[in-house]
């Protein structure tokens, strides 16, 4: 991937190797999750009080850098 996400990362070691937060067992996909189930921000930092807003976004940036770099298929 050309970006650089340095608060995520992934580790075989840590949740079978999904992009996490560093630092954490915080999965992005767990936080696009939250976020698409209309979780706001500050719900979602209430609920894990160790992630920062930053780290939200960083989620975000590395899921649209991931999308932005896979194959299209056609819509059925």
Do not use: W
């Not at 991937?1 to 999904?18: A, F, L």
């Not at 992005?28 to 609920?47: K, P």
Request: aromatic share 4%; glycine share 6%.
């Amino acid at each position: 991937m050309p970006h650089s996400h340095p608060r995520i990362i992934r580790d075989p070691e840590i949740m079978m190797g999904k992009p996490v937060i560093r630092g954490t067992r915080i999965t992005v996909e767990h936080i696009l999750r939250c976020l698409a189930a209309g979780d706001s921000v500050a719900h979602i930092l209430r609920n894990y009080p160790h992630l920062t807003e930053e780290d939200i976004r960083a989620a975000q940036a590395f899921a649209a850098d991931y999308l932005a770099h896979e194959g299209i298929e056609a819509a059925e």
